[in-house]
């Protein structure tokens, strides 16, 4: 992942918690507004934060959006390791995004992906940190499957990094689908069909 550079001084705990607290509400209100319809004074009242702390932690709003992204992609690795580590952990990757994309009803699209579009062309060290997420999203779910394979219950002329490139690029299509016609159903077919293909079943 990109992170941010190393010759900044290090956060006490209380600090580390109003950094997170910022870049926690900017998460969602960029998500809900996007990343031009959303201020750093929207972030800071929604942050409860005072000027000076949320300065002090982001002095400009490029730095606010690149926080935003590592959290994003963070979150959404995490998120995959956790179901993959699971009994059945394919099975319980496939439940865990078709009923997240159930309970959004097709609204807002993907936290990360939903970024590409607003400033993968105007930013290109927003569009680094994006393309890094997906890297770290991709690296999760091949290293779910990877079990699966070993079982003998993946083909073994599938390669677990490609299956995994063609399943996150099947979430974003589905996902785009789900937000047009507000409804996840294109996502859940998609993402049933792919695996049944994929594993045989």
Known sequence: MVTETSDRPKLTPKGARTR???????????????????????????????????????????????????YQAESIVNRQRHAFSRAN???????????????????G?????????QLAESDPEAR?????????????IADGLRPRQAEGKLPSDIDPDDLATT???????????????????????AVNTLLALATGG
């Not at 439940?95 to 159930?102: C, R, W």
């Not at 680094?128 to 999760?140: E, K, L, N, V």
């Open 109 to 117: 699209g993907c936290q990360l992906g939903s970024l590409v579009g």
């Open 128 to 140: 680094a940190f994006i393309a890094s997420g997906f890297d770290q999203w991709t690296a999760a």
């Open 89 to 107: 952990g394919v099975e319980a990757w496939q439940k865990m995004v078709i009923t997240a994309a159930k309970r959004a009803k097709g609204k």
């Open 20 to 70: 997170a607290r910022i870049v926690e509400a900017a998460a969602a209100l960029i998500h809900q507004r996007g990343v031009a319809g959303t201020t750093l004074e929207n972030v800071k009242a929604a942050a409860e934060v005072s000027g000076s702390q949320m300065y002090h932690y982001f002095p400009d709003k490029n730095e606010l959006v690149q926080a935003v992204i590592e």
């Open 167 to 189: 399943l996150l690029a099947t979430l974003q299509g589905g996902l785009v689908l789900a937000q047009v016609q507000r409804s996840p159903r294109p996502f859940e077919t």
